[in-house]
T-cell receptor, first 113, second 110 residues
Framework: DGGITQSPKYLFRKEGQNVTLSCEQN?????MYWYRQDPGQGLRLIYY???????QKGDIAEGYSVSREKKESFPLTVTSAQKNPTAFYLC????????????FGSGTRLTVV | RKEVEQDPGPFNVPEGATVAFNCTYS??????FFWYRQDCRKEPKLLMS???SGNEDGRFTAQLNRASQYISLLIRDSKLSDSATYLC???????????FGSGTQLTVLP
């Protein structure tokens, strides 16, 4: 079955450590996105990529980095520079084009301990 | 001002009730409009797209007023399974980035 997979589902990180969240899709989608959700708030865009080897900053990119070496994969690294990383992280993908909807992964819940 | 604003909620309604959610957006260049549903601690799932002509999917009706930059969702004959947070979402930009409202929580009571 086609879909978008995020791993791990839960992640605990010590302060000062970098961690990488995985996002893989087998939908042959062109564009991929990373969002962050804090309790009681909507999702906010961190980074997005429309094609391989290219990506753009979203609204809250500081303290995060991404890569897009393969069409299927868009990992997100939460660096130690991110001041408040505890949140629910969601990856999404879609075909390019006006009316294609997003498919979301099931999310990674990151907690800094 | 937030780019996408929704009713603050929460809405607690009895089974069978009709409930309406409203949403306004600030970017007049927004291209596409959606309602997503999010269950507790889960990912958002597309409920329906919203078109200027209005559209209906079973018990759900969505309306868009581009002139007023206003989106609505009507749920008729509420079921217990409709309990969730409803997110108003607009897409903008060349990459069709989604901007989310903060959501309205609905609880349907037996």
């Amino acid at each position: 079955d086609g879909g978008i997979t995020q791993s791990p589902k839960y992640l605990f990180r010590k302060e000062g450590q970098n961690v990488t969240l995985s996002c893989e899709q087998n939908l042959n989608h062109d564009a991929m996105y990373w969002y962050r959700q804090d309790p009681g708030q909507g999702l906010r865009l961190i980074y997005y990529s429309q094609i391989v080897n290219d990506f753009q900053k979203g609204d809250i990119a500081e303290g995060y980095s991404v890569s897009r070496e393969k069409k299927e994969s868009f990992p997100l690294t939460v660096t130690s520079a991110q001041k408040n990383p505890t949140a629910f992280y969601l990856c999404a993908s879609r075909f390019q084009g006006a009316n294609y909807g997003y498919t979301f992964g099931s999310g990674t819940r990151l907690t800094v301990v | 001002r937030k780019e996408v604003e929704q009713d603050p909620g929460p809405f607690n309604v009895p089974e069978g009730a009709t409930v309406a959610f409203n949403c306004t957006y600030s970017n007049s260049a927004s291209q596409s409009f959606f309602w997503y549903r999010q269950d507790c601690r889960k990912e958002p799932k597309l409920l329906m797209s919203v078109y200027s002509s209005g559209n209906e999917d079973g018990r759900f009706t969505a309306q868009l007023n581009r002139a007023s930059q206003y989106i609505s969702l009507l749920i008729r004959d509420s079921k217990l399974s409709d309990s969730a947070t409803y997110l108003c979402v607009v897409s903008t930009g060349s990459a069709r980035q989604l901007t989310f409202g903060s959501g309205t929580q609905l609880t349907v009571l037996p």
